[in-house]
């Protein structure tokens, strides 16, 4: 809980305006010293646009309304002005440099010196310090690209102690992190607060974390105020409550009613090997199989590193690893996938879990990237794209995905998380698959857009196709599949009918050494 009641900081009647379209209206919030404090709200609300008016991305003169900072009226034109008063900012996406150092990542823009060398000596030992109070048990001089999601957020968190930090902004801190590193790192955050007085805002849409670790929850919907809650041991988060506020609706049940209607096998995987792309020597896949059936959806659950996501890439036309082997069979056929293009061709898709990076083209409009899996098949036998045909397909999914924008000649960089989502499925659905692979649909996405995501899975299953969903949230799993396989280190070590398993057995299994015996894997 806060340590005490005095406040750090007070946003006052906050107004930002883009072109026509007003962002946040009338927004203010209240920090206490010492708090962590939770923004919530659906994808769009104006959440993170509110965390970049304060720390000066959007400066001062771009908005209207005041930012009180330890009783001081703040005027930031830049990030470094909000920096030097304690305030550091850090994104979703994260700002590191994967071909830098740990340690030249902390220091990036906030360099040591003497005279006017870059003092080594003295980054090296503050780097050890604040990497030892993050629990980052690395050597600086790992590069970035070398460690995984979970401590690339740690070396974002000891660079920020480096700037002094008072005020610490996590903007979605673990969309990208299993449950396991989640609660390390907002316990982390606790740690901070007690230890160094350090007060936080975090922006999230895991209820279950911001019921765990928030003293207190803001929550902003259309860029308005709603609501404000404040947590304590005889007040604990009503999540009813709060998704009501968030959504403006209630939403009774998290998961939609889904009767299956299963088919035939539809995608086999037997025996699938891949090494890793810069160590030949190491096995990613270690003679993984499954199958998944025309209606079924089937679930892949396991810790960062189990394999998951290489696995499937590498499936999905080799894109990740070396030396894969190993047999892929489509309505029990037999068939290669040397490229992503042959895999789209036998009717498989794959939707990334980084939609921002190899999902979407951001720059381009949400008609063209809803075409960019199907050009082959709307395009004349000249290999001319029929732009009435694209229309109507791109306005097909735009309206029966309720995606959130007034039209398909939106930039897709545009969009809200959410409806960017909804963009990267509707790109599959138009290729009309027998089989999708959804690789963390709903990571960093509402509660209110993931009903709308769920609803559209079923609606895939529905139609005849074989659905497979990687997702780090249990609780997901077990509400939209049929079945879950689980896989650690590289093997599939079980298989579990979802309405009778549960979050125990499934972690049991995640965490086990021992391979399920190949003829208990196809269920």
Same mark, same amino acid.
């Given at each position: 809980?806060?340590?005490?009641?005095?406040?750090?900081?007070?946003?006052?009647?906050?107004?930002?305006?883009?072109?026509?379209?007003?962002?946040?209206?009338?927004?203010?919030?209240?920090?206490?010293?010492?708090?962590?404090?939770?923004?919530?709200?659906?994808?769009?609300?104006?959440?993170?646009?509110?965390?970049?008016?304060?720390?000066?991305?959007?400066?001062?003169?771009?908005?209207?309304?005041?930012?009180?900072?330890?009783?001081?009226?703040? =005027?930031?034109?830049?990030?470094?002005?909000?920096?030097?008063?304690?305030?550091?900012?850090?994104?979703?996406?994260?700002?590191?440099?994967?071909?830098?150092?740990?340690?030249?990542?902390?220091?990036?823009?906030?360099?040591?010196?003497? $005279?006017?060398?870059?003092?080594?000596?003295?980054?090296?030992?503050?780097?050890?310090?604040?990497?030892?109070?993050?629990?980052?048990?690395?050597?600086?001089?790992?590069?970035?690209?070398?460690?995984?999601?979970?401590?690339?957020?740690?070396?974002?968190?000891?660079?920020?102690?480096?700037?002094?930090?008072?005020?610490?902004?996590?903007?979605?801190?673990?969309?990208?992190?299993?449950?396991?590193?989640?609660?390390?790192?907002?316990?982390?955050?606790?740690?901070?607060?007690?230890?160094?007085?350090?007060?936080?805002?975090?922006?999230?849409?895991?209820?279950?974390?911001?019921?765990?670790?928030?003293?207190?929850?803001?929550?902003?919907?259309? $860029?308005?105020?709603?609501?404000?809650?404040?947590?304590?041991?005889?007040?604990?988060?009503?999540?009813?409550?709060?998704?009501?506020?968030?959504?403006?609706?209630?939403?009774?049940?998290?998961?939609?009613?889904?009767?299956?209607?299963?088919? =035939?096998?539809?995608?086999?995987?037997?025996?699938?090997?891949?090494?890793?792309?810069?160590?030949?020597?190491?096995?990613?896949?270690?003679?993984?199989?499954?199958?998944?059936?025309?209606?079924?959806?089937? $679930?892949?659950?396991?810790?960062?590193?189990?394999?998951?996501?290489?696995?499937?890439?590498?499936?999905?036309?080799?894109?990740?690893?070396?030396?894969?082997?190993?047999?892929?069979?489509?309505? $029990? =056929?037999?068939?290669?996938?040397?490229?992503?293009?042959?895999?789209?061709?036998?009717?498989?898709?794959?939707?990334?879990?980084?939609?921002?990076?190899?999902?979407?083209?951001?720059?381009?409009?949400?008609?063209?990237?809803?075409?960019?899996?199907?050009?082959?098949?709307?395009?004349? =036998?000249?290999?001319?794209?029929?732009?009435?045909?694209?229309?109507?397909?791109?306005?097909?999914?735009?309206?029966?995905?309720?995606?959130?924008?007034?039209?398909?000649?939106?930039?897709?960089?545009?969009?809200?998380?959410?409806?960017?989502?909804?963009?990267?499925?509707?790109?599959?659905?138009?290729?009309?698959?027998?089989?999708?692979?959804?690789?963390?649909?709903?990571?960093?996405?509402?509660?209110?857009?993931?009903?709308?995501?769920?609803?559209?899975?079923?609606?895939?299953?529905?139609?005849?196709?074989?659905?497979?969903?990687?997702?780090?949230?249990?609780?997901?799993?077990?509400?939209?599949?049929?079945?879950?396989?689980?896989?650690?280190?590289?093997?599939?070590?079980?298989?579990?009918?979802?309405?009778?398993?549960?979050?125990?057995?499934?972690?049991?299994?995640?965490?086990?050494?021992?391979?399920?015996?190949?003829?208990?894997?196809?269920?």
């Amino acid at each position: 809980m806060a340590t005490n009641g005095d406040v750090i900081l007070e946003m006052r009647h906050i107004v930002k305006r883009f072109g026509p379209v007003t962002a946040l209206n009338d927004v203010n919030i209240t920090v206490k010293r010492g708090q962590i404090f939770s923004i919530c709200g659906e994808n769009g609300a104006g959440k993170s646009t509110l965390m970049n008016v304060l720390s000066g991305v959007y400066p001062y003169g771009t908005y209207e309304g005041d930012i009180v900072y330890n009783g001081e009226t703040c =005027k930031f034109k830049t990030i470094r002005d909000s920096e030097e008063k304690g305030i550091v900012i850090i994104h979703q996406e994260l700002a590191l440099v994967p071909y830098m150092s740990i340690q030249e990542n902390i220091f990036l823009g906030n360099q040591k010196k003497k $005279g006017i060398a870059i003092d080594a000596d003295q980054q090296r030992k503050i780097a050890y310090d604040v990497m030892k109070k993050v629990g980052l048990d690395e050597n600086p001089d790992t590069l970035i690209s070398n460690i995984g999601v979970g401590k690339q957020q740690l070396v974002e968190i000891a660079k920020a102690l480096t700037k002094n930090v008072k005020l610490l902004i996590l903007d979605e801190p673990t969309a990208a992190l299993n449950d396991e590193d989640s609660k390390n790192l907002l316990d982390l955050i606790d740690g901070l607060r007690r230890e160094q007085g350090i007060t936080a805002i975090i922006i999230s849409h895991k209820l279950n974390e911001i019921a765990y670790s928030a003293d207190a929850v803001q929550v902003i919907r259309d $860029g308005h105020t709603i609501s404000h809650i404040d947590i304590d041991a005889e007040h604990p988060l009503d999540q009813d409550v709060l998704i009501r506020d968030m959504v403006g609706r209630p939403l009774t049940n998290r998961y939609p009613v889904h009767e299956p209607h299963i088919g =035939k096998e539809m995608f086999r995987v037997e025996d699938w090997k891949m090494h890793h792309p810069l160590d030949e020597n190491r096995l990613v896949a270690k003679n993984v199989s499954f199958n998944v059936r025309a209606g079924e959806i089937v $679930g892949m659950a396991g810790l960062i590193g189990a394999g998951r996501t290489e696995t499937a890439m590498s499936v999905f036309g080799r894109q990740y690893g070396t030396n894969a082997s190993g047999k892929i069979f489509v309505e $029990g =056929k037999e068939v290669k996938f040397p490229t992503v293009r042959s895999a789209i061709d036998h009717g498989v898709a794959y939707a990334t879990e980084d939609r921002k990076v190899y999902g979407l083209n951001l720059m381009k409009t949400i008609r063209e990237n809803t075409s960019l899996a199907s050009l082959k098949e709307l395009s004349n =036998k000249l290999g001319v794209v029929d732009e009435t045909r694209e229309k109507q397909t791109a306005e097909k999914y735009r309206k029966e995905f309720r995606t959130k924008a007034p039209t398909i000649e939106m930039p897709a960089g545009n969009l809200s998380g959410g409806n960017q989502q909804k963009v990267v499925l509707a790109k599959w659905m138009a290729t009309d698959p027998k089989v999708l692979i959804l690789d963390e649909p709903t990571r960093g996405i509402d509660v209110g857009a993931k009903y709308d995501i769920y609803e559209i899975i079923d609606q895939l299953a529905d139609s005849g196709s074989a659905v497979v969903v990687i997702s780090s949230e249990l609780p997901e799993l077990l509400g939209i599949c049929d079945r879950i396989y689980t896989m650690s280190a590289g093997q599939i070590t079980g298989v579990f009918n979802a309405k009778t398993t549960n979050q125990e057995e499934l972690m049991k299994y995640m965490t086990s050494p021992t391979a399920l015996p190949k003829d208990q894997v196809f269920a």
